[in-house]
T-cell receptor, first 118, second 111 residues
Framework: NAGVTQTPKFQVLKTGQSMTLQCAQD?????MYWYRQDPGMGLRLIYYSASEGTTDKGEVPNGYNVSRLNKREFSLRLESAAPSQTSVYFC?????????????????FGSGTQLSVL | DQQVKQNSPSLSVQEGRISILNCDYTNSMFDYFLWYKKYPAEGPTFLIS?????DKNEDGRFTVFLNKSAKHLSLHIVPSQPGDSAVYFCAAMEYGNKLVFGAGTILRVKS
């Protein structure tokens, strides 16, 4: 059982380059999330998708776009990377009820993508 | 302004002793609290949670205590083991809203 799989594990970009981080979950979860982790800042929510077909901004959405391709897949795109986007990115999913929203938000995380923007 | 604060960046404990990790929050509307554990090069994994209607929840060696009046929760690990060495994130949520995470505390258990 793979759980949440995200690719790539490592990426180095030059300022201005674009890239897409891929995420897939096999737990039939409704909700999916993208977080970034920075030293001293904890995990901050970038975007989330409560259910297939919907996406919403989180705490730090600027410079990112997302696509909920289907129930399994949720991608994060950096259109023009900046050094401030150097971070570790985590995808997560949860079995939130599609209409009621989160109840007890037990998240399942992928193993992360270490992104460096030079 | 951080709504969830873990004021100790790191903690070092001897194997077999108790580890106490602390977390403070500012939003009185938070009604559910969770602890996640993270090993290097892995994603966080859920450890234990507590609802605001309780003041204690226990799961094996892990116990979470909630003091609503002080807006404080703590995670107790007894006895501590070297495999418990990890980063521990406190998180809180208000029903219908998203989780808010603390900055994390690095726990080192020395053998």
């Amino acid at each position: 059982n793979a759980g949440v799989t995200q690719t790539p594990k490592f990426q180095v970009l030059k300022t201005g380059q674009s890239m897409t981080l891929q995420c897939a979950q096999d737990m039939n979860h409704n909700s999916m999330y993208w977080y970034r982790q920075d030293p001293g800042m904890g995990l901050r929510l970038i975007y989330y998708s409560a259910s297939e077909g919907t996406t919403d901004k989180g705490e730090v959405p600027n410079g990112y776009n997302v696509s909920r391709l289907n129930k399994r897949e949720f991608s994060l795109r950096l259109e023009s990377a900046a050094p401030s986007q150097t971070s570790v990115y985590f995808c997560a999913s949860s079995q939130s009820h599609r209409d009621r929203g989160p109840t007890n938000e037990k998240l399942f995380f992928g193993s992360g993508t270490q992104l460096s923007v030079l | 302004d951080q709504q969830v604060k873990q004021n100790s960046p790191s903690l070092s404990v001897q194997e077999g002793r108790i580890s106490i990790l602390n977390c403070d929050y500012t939003n009185s509307m938070f009604d559910y609290f969770l602890w996640y554990k993270k090993y290097p090069a892995e994603g966080p994994t859920f450890l234990i949670s507590i609802s605001s209607i309780k003041d204690k929840n226990e799961d094996g060696r892990f116990t979470v205590f909630l003091n609503k009046s002080a807006k404080h929760l703590s995670l107790h690990i007894v006895p501590s083991q070297p495999g418990d060495s990890a980063v521990y994130f406190c998180a809180a949520m208000e029903y219908g809203n998203k989780l808010v995470f603390g900055a994390g505390t690095i726990l080192r258990v020395k053998s």
